[in-house]
């Protein structure tokens, strides 16, 4: 079915949702990144230990693609990245340009990601993010440090600043998202065909327990759903468990992790 919209060709098939997870070490950036994904704001300050997903749809190509996104929070265990791998296809692993250590844990994530989800015509799609580009008298990793990661490891790299650049971020999200759909598996026929079958289900089974029931086979134990919408720009909350076990952060600080809120931005 297609749609003119403002001269532009709409295809309106609803595609298999994508599903992505920021991480990273903390104060590197990840909700500021997140908050510019999903809004055109800066905000500045922001809860550091609020972990939440967000449902996002983009315009890519003329087809509306859904998106889930969630903002990580605390120390990054292997339990957690368990559960981001179990959970996600996209992952933007984020350091901060003003902070060596979060270079290194951002190479020791990216590296484990791989190690359990190979990369591949159907493995995970992962960005290297380099973040406070603008605050180029703190800088600690040069860029070019951060495009050779991410080509020793087959990953995308962007180097933004959230406090200035919406532009660049938006360039980030709209090639992470079209790099997870042009991987062989999600072919547009069968990302529409999952989306067909996604949204006949969900219609049949709207209702708060089926999705708790969801995320819990898909592997989210400890996730909590607070809130359940379609309405952007929140969609849901998680709630991770914080035993941990071994600790893949370089400075083993003990964060809290994850408050749950559904603070719109
Ligand atoms: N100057 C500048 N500050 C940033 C940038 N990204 C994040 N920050 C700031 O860095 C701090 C930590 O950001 P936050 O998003 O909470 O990091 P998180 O712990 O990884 O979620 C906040 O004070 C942000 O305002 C950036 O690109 N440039
Ligand atoms: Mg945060």
Partial sequence: MKKRRNGVHVHHHTLKTIRAVVVGKDGVGKSALTVRF???RFIGEYDRTLEATYRHHLLVDGQFVPLDIMDTAGKNSTEKMQLCMSFAELF???FSTTDR???EEASLLARYIIQGKPLGPTGPTIMIVGTKADLEFAREVEEQEGRLLAEELSCGFYQVSNAEGYLETQELLFDSVKRCLDKGK???L???REGIVETAKS????SLGHEVAK???EGLQGTRLRSFSDVDPIHEASKVKSSSQEDLSQDGENHRNSVVSTASF
């Fill in 38 to 40: 999903l809004t055109k």
């Fill in 101 to 103: 250590t979060s270079f």
């Fill in 92 to 94: 933007f692993v984020v």
């Fill in 215 to 217: 995320s819990q086979r």
């Fill in 190 to 192: 069968t990302r529409v």
């Fill in 203 to 206: 219609f049949r089974k709207r």
């Fill in 186 to 188: 999600s072919s547009a």
